[in-house]
């Protein structure tokens, strides 16, 4: 026999349908409330979404722009060089003209006075090279890098008839381990050390030069010989070095050995 339920329902409780139409009242009093915004707000809301997009599609287009004239100033660079390589130093000149304009990246520009500058040296026009380094460092919109480099190359240039005191000073900065332009920079000060009669201080650093694995082994063998006739010795490691040499080891007979001694 089944059992008489003994809940009995509550008469506080609203019905099915007076759940409906409150949701209903609710999502009316919602929709009223965000017509009300809309019609004080609606414009401002507008206004500003529009804005957005309008900003975003300028920043597409000057985007695009910008990344194509990076393209064409790359392009003329790379023109210029190929004259260059040709030994057409007159052409690549004046193919590298139109990158110093006002508007170009100030890259572009150091990188199209480098390309004139050394023109002007296969030319013999050392002064006009000189002026385009000189342009190059001063430049504070130049990249910080090509700035250095162009200290170097302008101290270089005019090494022959500058004070071993001013080649120092103005170099000396960048003759420091760790400088991206150590090698370079700490060849020039060295070289002006020795004019100076400053034999230990450039034979040290010719040898700092000599042991630096990240420089190119071309000037590590410079500052090597050099070290060595001042009686600084440059060398790490002397087998590795008879191997970069291509002095080989022959097993029974001695050679590399007697070569290292």
Known sequence: MARIPTTTPDPAAPSREDEVLIREIDE??????VLAFMRKHGLKVLGGVSLGVAALGGWLVWDHYAERALEEQSETLISALDYATQRDFVTASQKV?????????????????FVQAGAAIERGETARASALYKAIAADTTAPPALRDLARIREVGVNFDSMKPADVIAQLSPLAQAG?????????????AQLEAGNRAAAGKLFADIAKDENQPETLRSRARQMAGLMGVDAVVDVQQLLKDQGVGQTEGDGSSEAAAE
């Open 97 to 113: 003209e139109p990158l110093l304009a006002e508007g170009n990246s100030p890259g572009a520009r150091a990188a199209a006075r």
């Open 28 to 33: 009316a009093v919602r929709e009223d409330a």
């Open 179 to 191: 400088n991206p332009w150590f090698g370079p920079a700490g060849e020039l000060v060295a070289m």
